[in-house]
């Protein structure tokens, strides 16, 4: 007899991040994925598969500027109303647009999807040393994390879209040069990590942190970059990874 704590719990991974080391980004996720054996991860490069999405219990992101389509959107909308969880990492939000002169734009190309995940990009600094400080010291997400500092991270600038419960935050307030709102975020010290932002009966975890890329990823920008793996290097990291994951599968 199959008992409560042996049922297959179903988790979509879609990884597909321009200018990101989607390999180990995808490969990392998968060996936490692969720590819970009950779980059945399937892996894709998009939202096509809206049925597949729809009948998991858990949607994990890690993407940059992959635009679901208005179809995909409205799926998406439906699997969090009839109650998913998607944990999104990242630049999830992000959607990028090159200006004449080589600045990276970041127009609103799809509304519905930045409703649904609580936030739109808009710029970032360079790589620098940010300190990540726990807002909500009693959320199981959160409880007993201490403050901790992540290197050559993208401090992310995001425009707030409706309600978010915000659970880690850092400060930096630099202009973000190359963007064409290059001055977005500087009036302000703090900004979100991760936020919780819910949607009918379901639920987004936003992770802004987690940015990564390989000495092949910056083309056609740049032809080899140094290997960056930011917030991957701090074990922080990988238990607010691990918790998202318990999150999503109702084990948390």
Known sequence: MEMESDRQI???????????????????????????????????????????????????????????????????????????????LHATNALLEFAEDGRVDTPNLAPLFMELLGSRFIAHPSNQRIEIKVTDVQHPLTANISDFEVDDEEPYYCEPIGDQLVLLEASYNLPSSGYVRSDYGTDRDSHPQMYLHPWGEGEVLYLSLGHCSGKHDMKPIADISPVVRGSWDSPTYYELLRRGIAWGTGSL
């Open 10 to 88: 179903d988790v979509y991974l879609v990884v597909n991040a321009k200018y990101h080391d989607t390999n180990f980004a995808r490969l990392e996720l998968l060996k936490l994925l692969a720590e819970n054996e009950d779980i059945n991860a399937r892996v894709a490069d998009s939202f096509s598969d809206i049925d597949g999405i729809s009948s998991s219990t858990l949607l994990i992101t890690y993407t940059c500027d992959l635009r679901p389509t208005p179809q995909e959107q409205v799926g998406l909308r439906k699997f969090l109303e009839s109650g998913g969880r998607w944990f999104a």
